[in-house]
Nanobody, 120 residues
């Protein structure tokens, strides 16, 4: 089964930066568009950012537009999320996956996620 391993989270002050990484254990990584998601305590998981299979097209939810940057390294089978100007409302567990439409995902087994905590 494909494994998703997220890392790079931590505790930062408001205005700080973090760079998240997600390594995907599949040789076909370069075929998939990838997304980052986050889940805050007591809330549903929400989509944050997406990148196409070759890294040319990116999209962001309005709440992070201009502050976060998604990128990927297909050779390393890794997707990144550079997070700048962090706000307390960015506090959540962050996950990556490859959406396949209709609320489904190509990788059914989610990783453990990485905790991001932003203090005010």
């Amino acid at each position: 089964q494909v494994q998703l391993v997220e890392s790079g989270g931590g505790l930062v002050h408001s205005g700080g930066s973090l760079r998240l990484s997600c390594v995907v254990s599949t040789f076909t990584f370069s075929r998939y568009s990838m997304s980052w998601y986050r889940q805050a305590p007591g809330k549903e998981r929400e989509w944050v950012a997406a990148i196409d299979s070759v890294g040319r097209v990116t999209k962001y939810t309005d709440a992070v537009q201009g502050r976060f940057t998604i990128s990927r390294d297909n050779f390393k089978k890794t997707v990144f999320l550079q997070m700048n100007s962090l706000k307390p409302e960015d506090t959540a567990v962050y996950y990556c996956n490859a959406p396949s439409g209709g609320g489904n995902y190509y990788f059914p087994h989610w990783g453990q996620g990485t905790q991001v905590t932003v203090s005010s």
